[in-house]
């Protein structure tokens, strides 16, 4: 019952809180910077870790919830300084999470030249291929070296990353 009343639009409005901006970067120095944006805490943990093990410096950010019950301030239009300082940001695509596609959204709209990349099973990309316009979609598995491979083809133009 809790859940359902988040859901109504007038009941969430009061519900909504402000996310906690990302932390500070980690990893080497001289790594280029990526975002990650996932809300299951676990996987957005073991990205960054496979990710920082490759040479890349990360910040993690929960994002605005799976049912948008966090306000995501480039959503609102005041801007992300994380996103600002990333040299990629990298998602894991959820053709459901509607808060999350707004983020995307918003990150293409007011960082047309971010690097977005977004890891999807290949049949959910070409589904869903108008929620994923601006953005490199990568169909490696989500394992530590998909991750990998991933970023380092976005951020850095090369197939074949370190290994973690």
């Known amino acids: 019952m809790k859940e359902f009343l988040r859901r109504l639009p007038i009941v969430r409005r009061w519900l909504i809180e402000d996310i ?4 500070e970067w980690v990893g080497p120095e001289v790594g280029q910077r990526v975002l990650i944006e996932e809300d299951d805490t676990e996987l957005r943990r ?18 605005p919830g799976t049912h948008g019950e966090r306000r995501c ?6 801007g992300c300084d994380a996103v600002d300082r990333a040299d990629a940001v990298l998602q894991v695509f959820v053709p459901t999470d509607d808060a999350m596609n707004e983020v995307r959204a918003a990150i293409r709209s007011q ?18 291929a108008d929620l994923l316009v601006g953005t490199e979609v990568s169909t490696e598995p989500l394992t530590r070296r998909g991750v990998a491979t991933t970023v380092g083809s ?11």
Not at 20 to 23: A, H, L, S, V
Not at 111 to 128: G, L, M, Q
């Open 154 to 164: 976005v951020v850095e133009g090369r197939v074949a990353p370190k290994d973690p």
């Open 20 to 23: 906690d901006p990302p932390g």
């Open 73 to 78: 301030p480039l959503v609102e239009g005041h």
């Open 111 to 128: 960082a047309p030249d971010k690097a977005i990349a977004v890891i999807s099973p290949a049949p959910t990309a070409a589904r869903h």
């Open 46 to 63: 073991a990205m960054a870790q496979a990710l920082q093990e490759a040479g890349y410096q990360t910040a993690e950010c929960a994002g």
